[in-house]
């Protein structure tokens, strides 16, 4: 007596014959559906919610592993770009550059902060509202005929940039590597601002400095051969005291101790639940001691016309 076979087929091509079954779901699927598994083969669906079950991977300090260095090339192209718009735009250094306190004369010349000021000038920087500059000067630098370095300045910083970065940001992860960045930046305008709040400063020397300041702290965290790491750190204090001379060393040490901070809460807040929010927690409380000091000296340089 003859007996009728069951026809299976695929759940997503149901005229296609199949009989194997997802491992996962039990589902038929068709060769053109299997994607190989650890033990059989799974249909895509299951496949696509394996991999968004699937832990990701952090970093020590509890960020997102990146291969690739995103960051660090972007803050590159952005330096190197805006340094484009100031030789085609020169004033834009004067408008954008670290300016604590200074005056705009009304022959359109730049002068130095005096309180009281004379008529007819009018207070520029940051004791005169122009808070952006605390973030603005740490993305411009020296026109190439301008200062001691000119064009070395952007290029020293870009080589200083391309070579820390690609060794920090792999190590923290893309959030917590741009916020150490920029809180770095910010650290080292604040403390420019509050020791010579008359000079006009530009660079991301600050910023780099805090991640200098970073790989010090990562590298000693994960327990790595010191040896060249402090040769390194050597080298980075004593350009600090070198260049002390001829460029803002308040800019490079508060960004060192700035990043020196958050890295120090990065690679030691335990791991848990909560070490993300304890992590961000430490960044806006370190945003909110630099934003008081800051009102703090700007308010006591505030002045008037006589």
Not at 8 to 16: F, G, I
Not at 26 to 45: F, K, L, N, S, T
Not at 113 to 118: A, E, I, Q, S
């Amino acid at each position: 007596m003859d007996s009728e076979s069951t026809v299976t087929t695929c759940y997503r091509h149901p005229k296609v014959e199949c009989h194997v079954r997802c491992t996962r779901c039990e589902r038929y699927i068709c060769p053109d559906c299997m994607r190989e598994a650890a033990v059989g083969h799974q249909c895509p669906e299951c496949v696509k919610e394996g991999v968004r079950s699937m832990r990701q991977a952090r970093t020590l300090v509890g960020g997102r592993v990146s291969v690739v260095p995103v960051v660090t090339y972007v803050l590159i192209a952005v330096n190197l770009l805006l340094y484009l718009a100031e030789v085609l735009r020169p004033e834009i250094v004067d408008r954008f550059a670290m300016v604590g306190a200074g005056l705009l004369g009304p022959d359109g010349e730049h002068y130095l902060w005096m309180d009281p000021y004379p008529a007819g000038f009018t207070p520029e920087g940051v004791a005169a509202g122009e808070w952006y500059r605390l973030l603005t000067g740490a993305f411009l630098h020296l026109p190439p005929t301008a200062g001691t370095f000119g064009i070395l300045h952007v290029v020293m910083n870009t080589v200083a940039l391309w070579n820390l970065g690609r060794l920090v940001e792999p190590m923290l992860g893309r959030i917590h590597y741009l916020a150490l960045y920029l809180l770095s930046a910010l650290g080292g305008s604040v403390l420019v601002l509050l020791i010579a709040p008359g000079d006009a400063v530009v660079g991301a020397s600050g910023a780099i400095f805090g991640v200098g300041a970073a790989y010090y702290v990562m590298a000693r965290r994960v327990g790595a051969d010191m040896g060249q790491v402090n040769r390194f750190m050597a080298g980075l204090l004593l350009w600090l005291v070198i260049s002390a001379v001829f460029t803002s060393w308040q800019g490079h040490l508060g960004g060192l101790l700035a990043g020196g901070a958050v890295a120090l809460v990065f690679a030691h807040v335990p791991r848990g639940r909560h070490r993300a929010l304890i992590q961000a927690a430490a960044c806006v409380a370190l945003l909110a001691l630099l934003a008081v000091l800051a009102l703090g000296k700007a308010a006591a340089l505030g002045g008037g016309a006589v």
